[in-house]
Nanobody
């Protein structure tokens, strides 16, 4: 099993910034992709950003240009820098680690951290 621990959530005014961190108990070389997802009340969990072990990134259109995902392999940690925050960014943010071995996919999730953006 992989243990993921998120931190960095909180309350911020529109236009402000937050930096989320996710520490993994598994070494970086054993994880193919890490990412951030979010879920607002009454909505489905949606992808925010992902990063591969090789450093390739992908972003949802709604956050592109405002959010930056990065990882520190030495610390087994992934980050999400969130700038120019909007009220619609309010959600619980979840860290995800995915390992794929052939046709078998292993998904691990953190407990989530609340991000609230006030207008």
């Amino acid at each position: 099993q992989v243990q993921l621990v998120e931190s960095g959530g909180g309350l911020v005014q529109a236009g402000g910034s937050l930096r989320l961190s996710c520490a993994s108990s598994r070494t970086s070389f054993s994880i193919n992709t890490m990412g951030w997802y979010r879920q607002a009340p009454g909505k489905q969990r949606e992808l925010v950003a992902t990063i591969t072990n090789g450093g390739s990134t992908n972003y949802a259109d709604s956050v592109k240009g405002r959010f930056t995902i990065s990882r520190d392999n030495a610390k087994n940690t992934v980050y999400l820098q969130m700038n120019s925050l909007k009220p619609e960014d309010t959600a619980v943010y979840y860290c995800n680690a995915r390992r794929r071995n052939g046709a078998t996919v292993y998904d691990y999730w953190g407990q989530g951290t609340q991000v609230t953006v006030s207008s």
